[in-house]
């Protein structure tokens, strides 16, 4: 039976954040998340787990497992019915359709954000979890490289990336338009987590000076790894934990895993930032009712954002485009796998029978001589692609390549 790349998928498009926040997989749980699947579907040949703040999808490549079958697995590995949640999931069972979401989710057309220029460093990672564990498939893997030349097309040849996309830039911005230029800069600011986020905070905290930072975070040595790269001070994990943030003008709680980590928050005199870029969130709902609190969650962050769409509007034709060339070459590669698998089965064939035919003419047979002639023999073979050659006719074709 032939294999197909499929995938389900569960984003912002179909799904609140508190409804996606009950499928988002944490770092420590990806490896079980896999194990689960694959060895409860064993004819799974490749897996790419992608989990963001807006999505977590799963592509894999399979001859017999369906897309509503792994569905209904993740659902119950997260404890919760499948009847209760199927509808939030689009799914799909074709390899054109899932190299095609692949394709426009890394672009960042299908971002909450149009453009998202984090998603394609996050599709990176994915697949390099992928190819550690084994499960990048031939599918898998093609499917990437026509992501990565898609994507590269798209920064060459068009204007959609201006424009800032950036959670973490547009979360320090709007620490300048609360606070106004001058008095951000002496803001007192608490970083909390140590992942991808915050380390995306440091770094473009460059473009605004921020000098009076603070990080806290479960693991002290990942908070202090980022302190020797940036500037800023160690706040206390267990401070946190006990709700006790002092004198902070702003909080931005990136901490992962830690739902509903501040339960409280003690008054203060002038205004306070809160920004929750956690998935799940960080921040209570009855925290961000405290008085002269400004409270701010990746969907409205999200819909600041939605102001660099307009400048990418134009843009987007030429993105789809260019998507729609790179899925083409994809489904030519995909027209010609059994030719390929035919040839491959060929190949190991023919390099037996030159073994074969050398091991009768000379005393030592070389390995390299061997690959050699296989390899200048298919050369000839695939210009005139006939596999039926008489054994006679065969053994003067390796004579004339081994020796002419």
């Known amino acids: 039976m032939t294999k197909a790349l499929r995938f389900i998928s569960v984003s912002h498009k179909n799904a609140s954040v508190t ?4 499928f988002y997989i944490a770092e420590e749980d990806k490896h079980r998340l896999v194990s689960y699947l694959s060895e409860r579907f064993n004819d799974i040949a490749g897996l790419l787990l992608l989990v963001t703040c807006n999505r977590t999808e799963v592509y894999f490549e399979s001859t017999t497992t369906s897309a509503g079958e792994i569905r209904d697995a993740f659902i119950r590995f997260q404890k919760l019915h499948p ?6 999931f689009v ?15 890394a672009s960042g057309l299908d971002s909450k954000v149009t453009g998202d220029a984090e998603i394609i460093y996050q599709i990176k990672i994915a697949y390099q979890f992928s190819v550690a564990h084994h499960l990048q498939g031939s599918l898998l893997e093609r499917a990437m490289q026509s992501v990565f030349k898609c994507h590269k097309r798209i920064s060459n040849e068009t204007h959609f990336r201006d424009g800032t996309t950036s959670v973490a830039y547009k979360s320090l911005k709007m620490i300048q338009d609360v606070f106004g230029k001058e008095k951000a800069q002496e803001a007192k600011i608490l970083f909390i987590g140590a992942g991808d986020i915050v380390n995306q905070l440091f770094k473009y905290n460059s473009k605004f000076n921020f000098s009076n930072i603070y990080i806290s975070n ?20 267990a401070k946190v934990l006990e709700n006790k943030f002092e004198d902070f003008d702003v909080i931005i709680a990136a901490a992962g895993n830690c739902h509903h980590l501040i339960k409280s928050i003690n008054e203060h005199t002038g205004e ?13 709902p009855e925290v961000t009712n405290t008085i002269n609190t400004i409270f701010c969650d990746l969907d409205t962050i999200s819909h600041e954002l939605e102001e660099t769409k307009e400048k990418r509007l134009a843009a987007m034709q030429l993105v789809e485009a260019i998507q729609d060339e ?7 590669w995909l027209e010609t ?12 064939s023919l390099n037996g ?8 003419h000379e005393t030592n047979v070389d390995e390299k001589k061997v690959k050699l002639v296989t390899d200048r023999v298919m050369r000839n073979l695939l210009k005139e692609p006939n596999l039926y050659i008489p054994d006679e006719i065969m053994n003067t074709l390796i004579e004339e390549k081994a020796y002419f």
């Open 91 to 105: 799914v799909s069972d074709t390899t054109q359709t899932a190299v095609k979401q692949l394709l426009k989710v």
């Open 83 to 88: 009847q209760v949640h199927q509808g939030l």
């Open 353 to 360: 029978k030159v073994i074969s035919y050398l091991e009768a």
């Open 218 to 237: 479960r693991t002290k040595s990942s908070a202090l790894s980022l302190l020797d790269k940036y500037y800023g001070t160690w706040y206390p994990w």
């Open 326 to 332: 790179e899925l083409h070459v994809y489904e030519k």
């Open 19 to 22: 409804q996606r926040e009950k």
């Open 272 to 284: 306070r930032l809160m920004i929750d870029l956690a998935l799940p969130g960080n921040i209570a």
């Open 337 to 348: 796998a059994p030719m390929r698998e035919i040839l491959a089965n060929y190949k190991t």
